[in-house]
């Protein structure tokens, strides 16, 4: 009885181990061959997706168009650059004098 629910762990186990080797092999293949950038930049771009906070903690914001850490979504006047730090008041004026 034991001998066989070992047999059945390591059938059910090594199944899902094989499963998940075979889609992170695709993954990383998919990062490797389709990005632009190496694959360690690759991976601090997709993690700077989230939010400006995570791109600044990635070294990757504030980004351009087409450069590491940007996404569309955090750019938030669509100027083609995102995470960009805010002025304090319109015109770049600082109030001090």
Do not use: N
């Amino acid at each position: 009885m034991r001998r066989q629910r070992a047999d059945h762990i390591i059938r059910v186990w090594g199944l899902r181990l094989v499963v998940i080797g075979a889609v992170l092999g695709l993954a990383w293949f998919t990062v490797a061959s389709l990005s632009p950038w190496p694959v360690p930049t690759t991976l601090r771009h997709l993690a700077a997706s989230k939010d400006c906070d995570t791109a600044r903690a990635m070294d990757l914001a504030p980004a351009r168009r087409g450069e590491p850490g940007y996404w569309s979504w955090l750019d938030a006047d669509h100027d083609g650059m995102a995470c960009e730090r805010w002025p304090a008041l319109a015109g770049g004026q600082t109030g001090q004098g």
